[in-house]
């Protein structure tokens, strides 16, 4: 049972933006980075953002990350339908010495 | 370019070990830039850590698998592993491994991943 609260699905047509919450405690959101993963269907997830806001390179600007308090977020400005896909949050936990994964997101492109 | 590929059973028997390997190639894992990660995935569900292994050999672990895990490295194979005793039907996922990068001690992101390798517990 995951610390991190997601919502379990997302959606927009072409072009729109979707945002993802991820909701956590001062134990782990509260105090620490936050990082977030794309899964694709039936691949190993991918770095899609770091330290709250930071994109790998290679990653497009359409995606963007953003933390307040116990809760971050992540935004898909301008969605395409290669963004269909899983979509987690992660952080260390300093009460459980961890790394936290989030519940998951399904993101369809409709 | 960093890879990296887990190796093993892909059916283990209840009560039995789960063992695994991952092999990195493109980068050193003695190397005290970056610590090593096993992360899981039950069949349609969301990701579960395991645990990451540090420079000079420190472990953390989930406290749910705590008591049944142990990470290893082995520098002159490059490779690091995982073994998880008492397996479970529960245990039944994709396992994969990942470099991780440090950030404010021992909580940084992990990329890449391995492709991940399907390990089923039945009898």
């Known amino acids: 049972q995951s610390v991190l609260t997601q919502p379990p699905s997302a959606s927009g047509t072409p072009g729109q933006r979707v945002t993802i919450s991820c909701s956590g405690s001062?134990?782990?959101?509260?105090?620490?980075?936050v990082y977030w993963y794309q899964q694709l269907p039936g691949t190993a997830p991918k770095l899609l953002i770091y330290r709250n806001n930071q994109r790998p390179s290679g990653v497009p600007d359409r995606f963007s990350g953003s933390k307040s308090g116990t809760s971050a977020s992540l935004a898909i400005s301008g969605l395409r339908s290669e963004d269909e896909a899983d979509y987690y949050c992660?952080?260390?936990?300093?009460?459980?010495?961890?790394?936290?994964f989030g519940t998951g997101t399904k993101v369809t492109v409709l | 370019q960093l890879q990296l590929q887990e190796s093993g059973p892909g059916l283990v028997k209840p009560s039995e070990t789960l063992s695994l390997t991952c092999t990195v190639s493109g980068a050193s894992i003695s190397s005290s830039t970056y610590y090593w990660g096993w992360i899981r995935q039950p069949p349609g569900k969301g990701l579960e850590w395991i645990g990451n292994?540090?420079?000079?050999?420190?472990?953390y672990y989930n406290p749910s698998l705590k008591s049944r895990v142990t990470i290893s490295v082995d520098t002159s194979k490059n490779q690091f592993s995982l073994k998880l005793k008492s397996s479970t039907a529960a245990d039944t996922a994709v396992y994969y491994c990942a470099r991780g990068f440090y950030s404010t001690g021992p909580k940084g992101w992990f990329a890449p991943w391995g492709q991940g390798t399907l390990v089923t517990v039945s009898s």
């Open positions: 292994i540090y420079y000079g050999g420190t472990t």
């Open positions: 992660a952080t260390w936990d300093g009460s459980l010495s961890g790394q936290v």
């Open positions: 001062s134990s782990n959101i509260g105090s620490n980075l």
